[in-house]
T-cell receptor, first 108, second 114 residues
Framework: RKEVEQDPGPFNVPEGATVAFNCTYS??????FFWYRQDCRKEPKLLMS???SGNEDGRFTAQLNRASQYISLLIRDSKLSDSATYLC?????????FGSGTKLNVKP | DTGVSQDPRHKITKRGQNVTFRCDPI?????LYWYRQTLGQGPEFLTY????????KSRLLSDRFSAERPKGSFSTLEIQRTEQGDSAMYLC????????????FGPGTRLLVL
């Protein structure tokens, strides 16, 4: 079983839509969690860390459910520039495991 | 530019040759990571240094792979006797211990083994 699993998508949504991605992880002892964004043929860049209490950064909201071992990312009012692959990342004692990514296409 | 840099950006080699990649992390970062990414997959953890000490190695890192960070600054990743299956993007990232674990990635070295 993979350490981190994500729906690969693609999610095709119109501008202005709200879209949500989920990610599950296998190790209940995982310590910290992140969402990264990766544009085509570019390096991953941190979008946001995910805290147990949930956290929001503008149009982006991340949630962590430790009991069910899943992480979510909600994007409100999607922009064309949000089109990218979103990577879920789990930290197991300084070994970082990335999901395969969920591809988002925001259409005009 | 004070970001993570990697050299070369692209490398084409023939099967059986050795290749070496270099990563220069953000100067004050004491942690350095190497990852491999293939098409349609997320980055796969290969190894991790804290200062000059190599603290973790993935099972993915076969005997043909070796990484060093001799002075706790730049790092090299060497692949000996390359195979076609080694073709991938090799990404380096750095972070600051106690800095929230945010990793900053370099642009990667794209390797093609013919």
């Amino acid at each position: 079983r993979k350490e981190v699993e994500q729906d690969p998508g693609p999610f095709n949504v119109p501008e202005g839509a709200t879209v949500a991605f989920n990610c599950t992880y296998s190790n209940s002892a995982s310590q910290s969690f992140f969402w990264y964004r990766q544009d085509c043929r570019k390096e991953p860049k941190l979008l946001m860390s995910v805290y147990s209490s949930g956290n929001e950064d503008g149009r982006f909201t991340a949630q962590l459910n430790r009991a069910s071992q899943y992480i979510s990312l909600l994007i409100r009012d999607s922009k064309l520039s949000d089109s990218a692959t979103y990577l879920c990342v789990v930290n197991d004692f300084n070994k970082f495991y990335f999901g395969s990514g969920t591809k988002l296409n925001v259409k005009p | 530019d004070t970001g993570v840099s990697q050299d070369p950006r692209h490398k084409i080699t023939k099967r059986g040759q050795n290749v070496t990649f270099r990563c220069d992390p953000i100067s004050e970062h004491n942690r350095l990571y190497w990852y491999r990414q293939t098409l349609g997959q997320g980055p796969e953890f290969l190894t991790y240094f804290q200062n000059e000490a190599q603290l973790e190695k993935s099972r993915l890192l076969s005997d043909r792979f070796s990484a060093e960070r001799p002075k706790g600054s730049f790092s090299t990743l060497e692949i000996q006797r390359t195979e076609q299956g080694d073709s991938a993007m090799y990404l380096c990232a750095s972070s600051l211990r106690g800095g929230g674990e945010t990793q900053y990635f370099g642009p990667g070295t794209r390797l093609l083994v013919l």
